[in-house]
C-alpha cells in the first residue's frame, strides 16, 4: 500500500471520473498505486447519487459510460472504511462532516477537495486540506515522474 493517504470529497471524485483535469491525474495516481484513496460508504453513496443527476447524463453519454461503470471503477481504486462517527464541525454545511471525519478515521496525510468550508480549514487534526491544484503543485508531479 503507498505511504500518501488521500480522503477527495464527491465533487473531486466526480471531475476525476467524468473530465480530464487534475482530478483525473489524482485518480490516475491510485491506479498506478502512487497514493491510497480512502472513503466511506456514504461518500460512494453522494458520488452515485450525484452521478444520477440529469446534468451529467450528457457528459456520461458523450464518455460513453454508464453510472455503474463509473462506480464500479471508482470501486477499483478506493479503500473503504468503516463509517465513522461524525462529530459536528463544520455549522454551514454538516454534509462535510463526513470527509473530516474519514480523513480522521484512516489517519488520512490530505483531504482534497474543492468545497470552500472545508478549505477555510486550511488543516483538521494535522491533515492538510488543499484543492486539487493545489495537491497536485505540491505532490501529484512528483509522483507522475516516478
Known sequence: ???????????????GLLWEGIPHKIIKLAEKEQLSLLTTASILEEVNEALMRDKFKTRIDKINTLVVELIESLLSLVEIIQEPKVQPIIKDDPDDDKILACALACKADIIVSGDFHLLNLKQYENIAILTPRQFWQRYGQQQNKE
Open 1 to 15: 500500500m503507498p505511504e500518501l493517504k488521500v480522503v477527495s470529497d464527491a465533487n473531486v471524485f466526480i471531475s
